[in-house]
């Protein structure tokens, strides 16, 4: 399915929610998008009120997978309920490993009464950590001030010098054939980056190659990436 910069709209899931009371179909139960997005954009909050209308007239939830919630947070310039509860999130998966904790994950129900299975959850699909409190001492010291987004701003600060950085390479003519493929709206950096340069690049740096387009590599930057880290790419992408 072809989305808008990676993003679901309604009139999107209109066209997989469909067939309820029909036994010969699944029954579409939720509507789950990744905040960041897939591509490192980011759902507004008037657009993750319009998916959660969607969801609950038509008697869905609306999943949120957060692990780069704060990134997307940091770039909105809002409050991390501004994108969840405020806005109709039914649940969210809130995430702490990509913003610099050990292993931190949470599931958190936003709405009460709408996932009332999520207890047994833990001894079905995994198991219940014996030291949840070390976990949850993480998530305490991330969430309860301004950490998460001290981290996530640093990471998207990272991501938009990079994407500085490949456009003036664009510009000089000094990278043929280098694009940027998506807007940069967080800590990740979508790049086309033809094979002989990645080559390259890829002999110091670790990215990925994404299958949304041809030659798509997808450039990460985190909670600690130095300038550093960032100009030797750049300058390495130059040749």
């Known amino acids: 399915m072809q989305t ?43 657009e993750i009120r319009a998916l959660a209308d969607y969801a609950h007239e038509h008697g869905m939830l609306l999943h949120v997978d957060g692990s780069r919630l704060g990134n997307a947070a940091a770039y909105l310039g809002c409050s991390l309920a501004d994108i969840t509860s405020n806005v109709g999130v039914d649940l969210l998966s809130l995430g702490g490993t990509k913003n610099g904790l050990m292993g931190a994950e949470a599931v958190v129900v936003l709405r009460p009464g709408s996932a009332p299975g999520i ?34 701003l640093h990471a998207n600060t990272m991501a938009a010098r990079l994407a500085t950085g490949i456009e003036a390479l664009i510009a000089s003519g000094a990278a043929d054939g280098v694009r940027i493929a998506y807007p940069v709206e967080s800590n990740a950096v979508f790049a086309v980056i033809p094979p002989k340069i990645a080559e390259r690049a890829r002999a110091q740096y670790a990215f990925a190659d994404w299958p949304s387009g041809e030659h798509v590599r997808r450039l990460m930057c985190a909670f600690d990436t130095t300038p550093e880290d960032v100009d030797g790419l750049i300058a390495t992408l130059a040749g």
């Open 4 to 46: 808008p910069n990676g993003k679901l709209t309604p009139e999107l899931v209109a066209r997989e929610a469909w067939g309820w009371g029909s036994e010969h179909r699944a029954q579409p139960l939720a509507v789950s998008i990744s905040q960041v997005t897939e591509v490192g954009t980011c759902y507004t909050p008037d």
């Open 119 to 152: 207890p047994f959850l833990r001894k079905i699909n995994l198991q219940l950590s014996s030291k949840m409190r070390f976990i949850s001492a993480q998530l305490i010291a991330l969430y309860e001030g301004e950490l998460w987004r001290k981290s996530a």
